[in-house]
């Protein structure tokens, strides 16, 4: 079995108003359905476990998608709370050695093959894997007065995406641990490394962008319909 945690518990402030980002509208749609459409739409997914704000609702009460099971449970203030109580809320068919991805709802663009890849990468390491992308850009530091006072070594370093991909008992275990002492993780793979594990790093598509921002919404549209010009 292979389930996705969708955390969703957050209200996306950057965006501003008072409808949470993930429930704005991207194409019709709001954006939630999209990134759910796209991570059932993988023939190796099974279900999508979504975590809500306990305050939360605007939750449309989707049940199935794809002919797959869509639940939800209530998570917490912290991301680390609600993936927790995600991997919890977990059918007892899903085992703790069962391979679960975590996925951002703000990430709408996630692609199949990126799916297919980070799975098959995943399933040939001892730890797990997650998406992302080399650093391309020049990176500064800067000083309180954002004067720029250096550059920085981009050798080594990758931007994040999702999913991330862990087996359930593992995920689990680090992100207890992390509660317990008082970390706030900032992804499921800093929880990971606090274990003294390594998960693979894979190389993804780099428009499988987080909507965080309002500009952010019109960028999703444009590559949500450029990905399906291309697959028809």
Not at 49 to 65: E, F, K, Q
Not at 163 to 190: H, K, N, W, Y
Request: some cysteine.
């Amino acid at each position: 079995m292979t389930w996705v945690v969708m955390p969703a518990a957050g209200q996306g402030t950057r965006v501003g108003g008072p409808l949470p980002k993930q429930y704005l509208p991207v194409l019709g749609q709001p954006l939630i359905v999209h990134t759910l459409q796209a991570v059932l739409a993988h023939p190796d997914i099974d279900g999508v476990m979504v975590v809500l704000a306990a305050n939360d609702t605007h939750w449309p009460g989707i049940g199935r998608i794809h002919a797959k099971p869509v639940s939800t449970c209530i998570g917490g203030a912290q991301r680390a709370q609600s993936v927790r109580a995600g991997l919890l809320a977990l059918p007892a068919s899903v085992g703790d050695a069962d391979p679960v991805l975590v996925h951002d709802a703000a990430r709408p663009c996630i692609t199949r093959n990126d799916i297919t890849r980070l799975i098959a990468a995943a399933a040939g390491h001892s730890v797990g894997a997650l998406l992302g992308a080399p650093v391309r850009d020049t990176l500064k530091h800067a000083n309180a007065a954002r004067e720029d006072i250096g550059t920085a070594s981009r050798d080594g370093l990758w931007r994040v995406f999702t999913p991330q991909l862990f087996a359930r008992g593992l995920l689990t275990r680090a992100l207890e641990q992390a509660l317990a002492a008082g970390i706030e993780v900032s992804d499921e793979a800093m929880a990971i490394e606090l274990l003294g594990l390594r998960p693979l790093l894979v190389e993804g598509r780099e428009d499988n962008i987080k909507v965080t921002t309002q500009a952010d919404f019109a960028l999703a549209e444009f590559v949500l319909r450029h990905q399906r010009e291309v697959e028809t």
